[in-house]
C-alpha cells in the first residue's frame, strides 16, 4: 500500500494562531481524507479533499476553519485556522483508490492547543 | 447518514483465549466495512475488510463476519498474542449519495493478559 507521510508529527500552538498540515503520498490516488481524532475518541471525517477543486465538508466542518488544499494527486494540506483548545486532537490524512476503498492511512499530527 | 455502535469499549481476554468484537450500522446501503488496529502514537492500520456481497472472511488468526439482514459485523480474533492489545476500531462506509470516507464505531480497547 501507499506510503503516506505527514507533517508535522505534533505541535504546541498559542491559541488565535493557525497551522497548516501536509500529507505527502509516495504515489497517485484518486481520494485524500481528512479526519479528526479527539483525545481518547473515535475518528470523525472532516472533509474530502478533490483535485483542482473545492474540498467536500462533512456537516459540523467549514471552510473558514479548516481550508484544504490538494494541488496534485499526492499531496494535501489541512490548516487549522484561528485555534482554541477544543481544536487538540490528532489530525490524519488517509487515501484511497477509486473505489474509496480501502482506506490507509498516515500517523497523523497530534496538535495541542494552549 | 451513517451511525456505527461498537461494543464493548473495553476487552480484556487472556492469552491463548479469543476476542470478538461487533458491530452494528444504521445504513442498509452501506457495502464495505474495514477493521483497523490503532497502536499507541500510531495512525489506525487496516488489518481486515469485508465488503456487502461476502458473509465471512479470515486471514489468518483474524475473521470478521457479516449478517447483512441484521446489520451487524463482528471481528473475530484467534490465538491472541500479546502484539494483539490496541485499539480496534470497526467502520463501514456507504454506496453512495453522500461521503466518501468512513464512518467510525468508538473503538474497543482491547487488552491480552499474560
Known amino acids: 500500500s501507499a506510503v503516506i507521510s505527514q507533517k508535522p508529527s505534533r505541535d504546541i500552538c498559542q491559541r488565535g494562531t493557525s497551522l497548516t498540515i501536509q500529507c505527502q503520498v509516495d504515489s497517485q490516488v484518486t481520494m485524500m481524507f481528512w479526519y479528526r481524532q479527539q483525545p481518547g475518541q473515535s475518528l470523525t471525517l472532516i472533509a474530502t479533499?478533490?483535485?483542482?477543486?473545492?474540498?467536500?465538508?462533512e456537516s459540523g466542518f467549514v471552510i473558514d476553519k479548516f481550508p484544504i488544499s490538494r494541488p496534485n494527486l499526492t499531496f494535501s494540506t489541512l490548516t487549522v485556522s484561528n485555534m482554541s483548545p477544543e481544536d487538540s486532537s490528532i489530525y490524519l490524512c488517509?487515501?484511497?483508490?477509486?473505489?474509496?476503498?480501502?482506506?490507509?492511512f498516515g500517523d497523523g499530527t497530534r496538535l495541542s492547543i494552549l | 447518514g451513517e451511525n456505527v455502535e461498537q461494543h464493548p469499549s473495553t476487552l480484556s481476554v487472556q492469552e491463548g483465549d479469543s476476542a470478538v468484537i461487533k458491530c452494528t450500522y444504521s445504513?442498509?446501503?452501506?457495502?464495505?466495512f474495514p477493521w483497523y488496529k490503532q497502536e499507541l502514537g500510531k495512525g489506525p492500520q487496516l488489518i481486515i475488510d469485508i465488503r456487502s456481497n461476502v458473509g465471512e472472511k479470515k486471514d489468518q488468526r483474524i475473521a470478521v463476519t457479516l449478517n447483512k439482514t441484521a446489520k451487524h459485523f463482528s471481528l473475530h480474533i484467534t490465538e491472541t498474542q500479546p502484539e494483539d492489545s490496541a485499539v480496534y476500531f470497526c467502520a463501514a462506509i456507504g454506496s453512495g449519495g453522500g461521503a466518501d470516507g468512513l464512518t467510525f464505531g468508538k473503538g474497543t480497547h482491547l487488552i491480552i493478559q499474560p
Open positions: 445504513d442498509s446501503a452501506s457495502n464495505y
Open positions: 479533499a478533490n483535485q483542482g477543486s473545492e474540498a467536500t465538508y
Open positions: 488517509s487515501v484511497a483508490g477509486q473505489e474509496r476503498e480501502p482506506q490507509h
